[in-house]
């Protein structure tokens, strides 16, 4: 009987590890499938609105692609380079303006009309960082500044060279602003 009893209790133990041990194999594949925060950016998912995991790398990736001439499309731009900002101020502890992560909200399967205040909105950012003393030397956006002014929303050739201007100038504020010690 104590033979029978002992065996018995085996079983129960092993069963009950193994029941343990599937159920945790199960809360990792479902955590696996959530999107999950990664240093305060959401892990991107096909078709989803969130930060990519590196939003500079993304618009600079982007941006210097040319498909088209009527590349890069504004609405992607404007929210990719929105995010690159937001990513470049959260590193260097500075909040982001509400109007800038309303760009980053900008979803390309809307009709998002973009204007021309978008693009201050990205300057003023810019501006903002400058100021804020976190980054290495000054961020010149006197350049950008202008190509601003001669933003105009329509569909001409000349419109479209001066927003693929801008994107390229923002690119290049990107790649300079470097955190102080960093």
Do not use: W
Request: proline residues 2%; contains cysteine; aromatic residues 8%.
């Amino acid at each position: 009987m104590k033979e029978l009893f002992k065996f018995l209790t085996g079983v129960l133990l092993f069963v009950s590890i193994s029941s343990c041990n599937n159920n945790q194999q199960g809360n990792i594949e479902d955590d696996e499938d959530q999107d999950i925060r990664i240093e305060g950016h959401q892990k991107q998912t096909a078709g989803d609105d969130a930060y990519p995991e590196n939003a500079v790398g993304e618009y600079l990736d982007y941006i210097s692609q040319d498909r088209s001439a009527d590349y890069p499309d504004p609405e992607k731009a404007l929210k990719l380079l929105a995010a690159a900002i937001s990513e470049k101020n959260e590193v260097a502890g500075i909040s982001s303006g509400n109007e800038l992560q309303k760009l980053t909200n900008i979803n390309e399967t809307k009709d998002y009309n973009i204007n021309k205040s978008d693009f201050v909105t990205i300057l003023n950012s810019f501006e903002d960082s400058s100021n804020s003393g976190s980054f290495e030397g000054e961020i010149d956006t006197k350049e950008l500044e202008k190509t601003v002014k001669e933003i105009r929303i329509n569909n001409d050739e000349t419109s479209n060279d001066n927003i693929r201007i801008f994107f390229k100038q923002s690119g290049e504020l990107l790649q300079n602003m470097d955190v102080k010690g960093n």
